[in-house]
């Protein structure tokens, strides 16, 4: 079969018009043509397609339309797959086919260019003009139109205008795709305009860094792509194909490039030399010098710092000089910030400079403001550092800096969240580079309240090193020590303390102060943060003597106020053993309400050691309205409000009252100073629910309390094996045996013992917990009085103990029985638990329905469900 013949796109239009059954007049005001230009156009195609008349050439019309549509011409041929942006193609599609322009806009290396022939490969069908693709890289100002002629082919005839020829070329519906616009975007504007007013049919479709800004302009914003990670692992198969790599350090790749197809593809060629861990170092360190590709390729591609180069050359001076300035941002920035940098601008100006640069793709808007594409961000802090005006412009950003962070510091407690975590980078940036004490201590404050107790004391400890005197450094590694205190490393706190004595050398007031708040600490604290490595006694006496002389020498009442405390927890004869008297003379001397708190803490210890601990819980009650209405931005603060919380639960549990003890639970578990905490907030909730009987939610509670603890393995903390011997309560009432086993070995594990008997603390509440169970089960009954039936040292446990050990002594028919009912009632004067089961005990001793009645109203007037119902029940079983 011969080929079929040629006919150029004007004939293609008039062959078409032929179709339309128009007249020559007619399709010469369709096509905006002279009569004459038509009649030579049908001799042309009457002599090519050999046809006898109109009619006939109208009848071979169909076959040139189906050439025509798909024809794209100059369109490259890209040598990789098109990845992920299928949406957008369909998109442009459809915008090429509704506007008369269409501008597909996006920073350098987004895919705009690849995306552009996608779409005009499934574009090109709906033109029967064809598509016409023509590259604007090597074209410069004033040299665009003949750009477009030499992509369409078109050579003009003798004394025939260029922008006639290529309006002749361009003749009706037709599409033509202008790529890479930016570097000549006024000559495109006004080659547009040209081409579009001659030919209304006309479609323009144009890539750009920067919006053309022409009548009837449509512009597609060019994001991220969304099939990155798919879009790494097909380049670094093509480079490496035994390429594997966990999915989520692709996904991290991938979200430090940007989402930028070009950082991606670039960064996936690096891969087989680098691996995918020295991949990400390297785009850690200097992305601008990793991503970077081999030879070949367009050149403006072969690198990051290429792409950005392209972008930056295209700027005016005024537009370098805010682009270098606002660089010094770690991620965004508003108008305020910009303007601090430039105050030689004014904010119109600036305004207007910014828009330029989200215009022209190397800013983007954000919520609140502004920020710069990474690599364009790190290029441009390159020359800012180059540049004269570098140190002026440093100093101004933490001038910028300071005034934020004060201005945050006095919204705390409102909404400034989101403003700090906006702000966060740019504060940490300023700290680390600057020498300033109080924007440290700001930055240390604002991300304490905001929860990052870790960093927060690295701010504090930084703050101290850049303090103005002994005293300030004191306060700042204080804070920093309370910070490492909640996360549960009591000792970190006592070294800080001892650093800052150390460093209080010529300052005597100071250092006594810090060397009794260390006694305190190590004394206070021994079963949280000293179990393993307890301070020795000796040591401790020698810092208090110290501290006292050193208060003794100068006329500071806080000094002795300190050294005061620290002697009531020095007063007893073993350790963590306070005498009465003096408590009382530290809380008499305490001024300071967190002091007032470990004052009063020694004088809850002494109650409780003097077998009252009603008493003591209701000294607990005093210390929480204390610490509750103190300044919460402080870590000192929480420190006192978790410890008061603890003990305001640990003594309500000790009096016998859990309701009393679920209800101050919820009230630390939604208190801002705990409820963050991975365990603390919900310590004392399972302690309660266990004694109130809501074994499910115990369950549930203890197994995430005890997850929040696998980071870092579990803490050595006495005071939490209290409530994991809760949920072995729960377990063994549950019937849950091996959970119990668990939960009492999870116990000793915090404790540092082989079991929880080997821990002072817990060994009255074990005892307890065995004993109850093996009631409930009635197995293990000898071995679990054995134990009950111990002297413990007095606390907050050894009541229950006695309670349960009464209980056992009847049900084992022991010969002194009525000893042991006789010890639970002393311990039923202090104790509403220990009343409630010396009374059941009786009443079973006594088989006195009467009793047991009673018992079963006591277990329910202290809200512990579990024990009221199962004593009514034994009730029903009597009265059958």
Same mark, same amino acid.
């Given at each position: ?587 008499? %001397? =305490? !001024? ?5 708190? #470990?004052?009063?803490?020694? +004088?809850?210890? *002494?109650? /409780?050691? &003097? $077998? ?117 309560? %729960? =377990? !063994? ?5 091996? #959970?119990?086993?668990?939960? +009492?070995?999870? *116990?000793? /594990?915090? &404790? $540092? ?128």
């Amino acid at each position: 079969m011969p080929p079929a013949p040629t006919i150029s796109p004007r004939e293609r239009e008039v062959l078409l018009a032929l179709a339309d059954r128009l007249t020559n007049a007619e399709i010469a005001e369709r096509l905006f043509v002279s009569v004459r230009t038509v009649e030579s156009h049908v001799s042309a195609l009457l002599r090519k397609l050999d046809a006898r008349d109109r009619r006939g050439l109208a009848a071979k019309a169909p076959e040139f339309t189906a050439e025509a549509a798909g024809l794209v011409v100059g369109a490259p041929k890209p040598p990789t797959s098109f990845v992920g942006r299928i949406a957008e193609r369909d998109a442009v599609v459809r915008l090429v086919a509704e506007s008369r322009v269409t501008t597909v806009l996006g920073p350098g290396g987004v895919g705009k260019t690849r995306l552009a022939v996608a779409a005009t490969e499934v574009a090109s069908a709906g033109f029967p003009g064809g598509a016409t693709f023509v590259s604007l890289v090597p074209s410069r100002p004033g040299s665009v139109l003949e750009s477009v002629a030499a992509g369409l082919g078109v050579v003009p005839r003798p004394q025939q205008p260029l922008p006639d020829a290529v309006a002749a070329q361009l003749a009706g519906r037709a599409l033509l795709v202008l790529d890479n616009c930016e570097h000549v975007a006024d000559d495109v504007a006004d080659v547009i305009t040209t081409l579009t007013a001659a030919n209304p049919r006309l479609s323009v479709l144009t890539t750009s860094r920067e919006r053309l800004g022409v009548p009837g302009e449509t512009v597609l914003q060019l994001g991220p792509l969304p099939a990155a990670a798919a879009l790494f692992t097909e380049r670094a198969k093509a480079v490496d194909p035994a390429f594997e790599a966990d999915p989520a350090q692709v996904a991290e790749v991938c979200r430090e490039m940007g989402g930028s197809p070009l950082n991606i593809e670039l960064a996936a060629a690096r891969v087989a030399s680098l691996g995918i861990a020295g991949l990400r170092a390297g785009l850690a360190d200097d992305p601008l010098r990793v991503l970077a590709a081999g030879r070949g390729g367009e050149p403006r591609h072969r690198s990051l710092r290429s792409v950005v180069e392209w972008s930056h050359r295209l700027l005016t001076d005024e537009e370098r000089t805010a682009l270098a300035r606002v660089s010094r941002f770690r991620h965004g920035f508003d108008l305020d910030g910009a303007t601090a940098l430039s105050p030689d601008l004014s904010v119109g100006a600036l305004s207007d400079l910014l828009g330029r640069l989200v215009d022209k793709s190397l800013a983007h808007r954000t919520p609140g403001g502004w920020a710069l594409f990474d690599g364009v961000a790190r290029f441009a802090r390159e020359r800012l550092a180059d540049s004269a005006e570098a140190p002026e412009i440093t100093d101004r950003y933490l001038q910028w800096a300071t005034r934020r962070a004060r201005e945050l510091i006095a919204r705390l407690g409102g909404d400034w969240r989101d403003e700090f975590d906006r702000l966060a980078d740019d504060l940490r940036a300023c700290v680390a580079e600057g020498h300033e004490h109080d924007l440290a201590a700001e930055l240390a404050r604002l991300t304490y309240a905001r929860g990052f107790l870790a960093e927060a004391a690295a701010h504090w400890r930084t703050a101290a090193d850049r303090a103005p005197s002994p005293a300030s450094a004191a306060l700042d590694l204080a804070r920093a020590g309370s910070c490492a205190h909640l996360l549960n490393h009591a000792r970190d706190h006592y070294d800080l303390l001892l650093v800052a004595a150390e460093r209080a050398d010529g300052d005597p007031a100071t250092r006594a102060l810090c060397l009794a708040d260390a006694v305190v600490l190590a004394e206070r604290f021994r079963g949280a943060g000293f179990i393993t490595h307890p301070v020795p006694d000796g040591e401790l006496d020698r810092m208090l003597a110290e501290a006292a002389a050193l208060a003794d020498g100068v006329a500071s009442p806080t000094a002795h106020a300190h050294v005061a405390v620290a002697r009531a927890w020095l007063s007893g004869p073993t350790p963590q053993t306070v005498t009465a008297e003096a408590a009382g003379l530290a809380v008499a %001397a =305490a !001024g300071d309400p967190l002091l007032l708190s #470990a004052a009063l803490d020694a +004088r809850c210890t *002494a109650e /409780a050691l &003097a $077998g009252r601990p009603d008493l003591a819980h209701r000294t607990t009650q005093e210390r929480l309205e204390l610490v509750t209405a103190v300044d919460r931005s402080d870590p000192r603060a929480a420190l006192e409000v978790l410890d008061a919380f603890r003990s305001a639960i640990a003594y309500a549990v000790a009096t016998g009252a859990p309701a009393d003890a679920l209800r101050v639970s919820r009230q630390a578990a939604g208190d801002p100073a705990i409820a963050g905490h991975p365990y603390w907030g919900t310590s004392g909730l399972v302690t309660a629910l266990a004694l109130t009987g809501r074994f499910a939610d115990v369950r549930t509670l203890a197994e995430e309390m005890w997850q929040a603890t696998a980071g870092n393995g579990p803490p050595r903390n006495a005071t939490l094996g209290v409530p994991l011997l809760a949920a072995a309560l %729960a =377990a !063994g009432l549950s019937g849950d045996e091996p #959970a119990m086993t668990t939960w +009492r070995a999870r *116990a000793a /594990a915090v &404790a $540092g013992v082989a079991t929880p008997a080997g821990s002072p603390n817990l060994a009255p509440l074990d005892a307890f917990v065995r004993g109850r169970v093996a009631l409930h089960t009635g197995t293990g009954l000898e071995n679990a009085f054995a134990d009950a039936a111990t002297d413990f040292a007095p606390g907050r446990f050894d009541g229950y103990a006695a309670g349960v050990a009464a209980e056992l002594a009847v049900v084992l028919d022991v010969p002194d029985a009525e000893h042991h009912l006789r010890r639970a009632g002393r311990h039923a004067r202090h104790n509403s638990w220990t009343a409630a089961a010396a009374i059941r005990a009786r009443a079973r001793l006594r088989h006195d329905a009467g009793l047991l009645r009673d018992a079963a109203d006591h277990f329910t007037g202290i809200g512990a469900a579990f024990e009221a119902e199962t004593t009514s029940r034994e009730l029903t079983s009597w009265t059958r």
